[in-house]
């Protein structure tokens, strides 16, 4: 069973880029702001990664014999 | 327990980070307008008074707060000293030393280099021209300077907070 406290995670740190990205880009900064909404982007795939490669590997063996 | 304290050491250290650096931008201000001033009475000490120039550099240091006070005062010791064959090298030596109390950026040294290379090697005409010259420039540094105080100021004292926001949720 999927704990829910991650699903919470992403949201969170999603809102939190979205305020860094839009404070950079009131700021003028927008190219921080890109590697700002990048960075936030690879963040939060570390934290699914771990899932993904446990859905790849079920699938592996749902077609092994 | 300790995770909760953990993360409230992190966000306030990053929200601290954020202040002092925004400080940097306040200071830069602060000392461009100490500079300006120290200029105009160096202005009036050379044209009014006919002051020497280490004698006219110690007692602009003198009306000065730190640390403008201290590179007047350091120059002011390398050229009664005679350390260097001009001014413009005593005070580039001064304004080396003292680079880490200075929040300046290098348009703004560029400024006093420049007035520095003419100081002591022209009448007063030609002296007082420079000094207008300086002024001018100072001037605008100090509004370039103000607009990207205003601007930045509070970016940078979010921005702080809420990188330290996204780190406490990542190691959560």
């Known amino acids: ?65 | 327990m300790i995770k909760i304290i953990g993360c409230a050491v992190i966000l306030g250290a990053s929200t601290m980070a954020g202040f002092i650096y925004s400080e940097r931008l306040k200071y830069r201000v602060f000392q461009l307008n100490e500079v300006q001033r120290a200029v105009h009475q160096l202005q009036n000490e050379i044209t009014y008074v006919h002051t020497l120039l280490p004698d006219a550099f110690k007692s602009v240091a003198n009306k000065s707060k730190e640390p403008i006070k201290e590179l007047f005062n350091k120059t002011s010791e390398l050229l009664t000293d005679n350390d260097y064959e001009n001014v413009y090298e005593a005070v580039n030596s001064a304004i080396n030393t003292i680079k880490s109390k200075l929040y300046l950026d290098s348009d703004d040294i560029n400024v006093i280099l420049d007035l520095s290379k003419t100081l002591g090697e022209s009448d007063i005409d030609g002296q007082n021209s420079i000094f207008t010259l300086t002024i001018a420039n100072l001037k605008k540094q100090i509004k370039i300077s103000e607009e990207l105080m205003n601007k930045n100021l509070k970016m940078y004292r979010y921005l702080g907070f809420y990188f330290g926001a996204v780190v406490v949720i990542a190691l959560l």
Request: no cysteine; aromatic share 6%.
């Open chain 1, 1 to 65: 069973m999927l704990d829910v406290s991650l699903l919470f995670k992403i949201g969170a740190t999603g809102i939190l880029i979205i305020i860094i990205d839009k404070i950079l880009k009131s700021g003028g900064k927008e190219d921080i702001a890109v590697v700002a909404n990048l960075a936030g982007i690879i963040l939060i795939l570390m934290m699914v990664i771990n899932l993904v490669s446990k859905l790849f590997t079920s699938v592996k063996t749902l077609f092994q014999f």
